[in-house]
């Protein structure tokens, strides 16, 4: 069936505004060569708002009544004199995320905040690109390329140990480790010289053993298991082993604004805690008055070995090394009688194996050298401590 064209300027323009909202942002950019009236209808405000709010980061209130603006040109000018068109899927998403990473460090953890570079350029992304393709590599993905058009990594990398990451980061012993976010130039250039030939670095620890984030950029199967184009993994640099982390780089962001906007890192010195805070997660007991609280976090930096096996349509690990760093914090009731302050003189750890279900037992004399004191209403005592590398462990 056809339509004669004269019996289309006869729909309502209320109707063909309904029609158009069908209609992709291209398709609306062609239709003003139609007609007068297809370019007055296709150019209407409320069609181009409703684009500016679906691809990019527009309230969805914004200016709703506002006749003086021009949303066509609203979305031109992001497109195209921003050069940001092709980035219109992801957008929205990862603009929103880096605000929200950006209110926090700004508020709770400035030092962190001042050190996100600023964003690099269209030109440093397609060498980058080009690059990767030399290598037959997928393209980096979207939401890792507009992201450093937002901020690329953190700065100064000449001077990476005077900065904390924005991954956070912690301390147990002598061991430190500190998630620095990259560069696109660097992740491209330690994916040509590193042993991961099939991943993208995005985000490195500054000590040694050196641990990273990358992204899987070529499909490859190692270890038990099969990694996925996209997914994010964290490995040594040795190569030891490669762990799942995250589907998407995406995800990397959106799970760590979560966890800062839900108050489950403290700041010390400046320094974003990967250890949860206790308000958040871990377990506690309350004994006579004296309360113990803990909390643990997977050192992926002193694991390795690890091998998975399918189970279904997941991978489950199956053998390796598996270390876990534990913050423990001491206190006593503020209303416990004075006549019960105690001092802690021994300690006793039972440590259980889940594979097999076999319990080591440690006993020694107070906790790393201390012999604290417990009064009511004291500064609570705290201590990390890291588990040498045991088989799938639970200590409790």
Known sequence: ATMNSSRIYDIPNETLLHIL?????????????????????????????????????VPSNSQAEDTSTYWKDVYTDIAHDQGMYRYKTVYKRVHQVWERIERWTKV??????????????EENVEQCLDSLSSRNLAPLPLEVQYSSRIHDGQIPE??????????????????????????ISTGTYLTHHQWKNNCFLIALTQERPIVGLWIVLREFSQWGRTYA????????????????AYSSYIEVLEHHANSLEGGRHDVIDGEII??????????????????????????SVESGNIVFHAQGAQYVPE??????????????????PATQAAQLVSRHWEIIDESNGSMEVVDGEGVIGHFPTMKPGAYPFSFQLLVLPLALLNQT
Do not use: K
């Open 21 to 57: 909202s069908y209609v992709s942002e291209c398709d609306l950019m062609h239709l003003h060569l139609v007609s007068r009236m297809m370019n007055e209808v296709s150019s209407s405000n409320p069609l181009w708002r409703t684009l500016c709010v679906q691809h990019w980061d």
């Open 108 to 121: 709770f953890a400035p030092l962190v905040y001042s050190t996100l570079a600023p964003p690099c350029t």
């Open 158 to 183: 000449r001077s990476l140990r005077n900065i904390h990451g924005l991954l956070g980061g912690f301390s147990v012993y002598d061991l430190h480790v500190n998630f620095i976010l990259c560069s």
């Open 229 to 244: 184009v996209g997914e994010v993994v964290q490995c040594a640099a040795n190569g030891i082993s490669c762990l799942p």
């Open 274 to 299: 990967q250890f949860p805070t206790f308000a958040s997660e871990g377990s506690d007991c309350t004994t006579h008055g004296i309360q113990v609280r803990a909390n643990g976090l997977f050192v």
């Open 319 to 336: 053998s390796g090394i598996f270390t876990f760093a534990y913050r423990i914090r001491i206190s006593m009731d503020v209303n416990v």
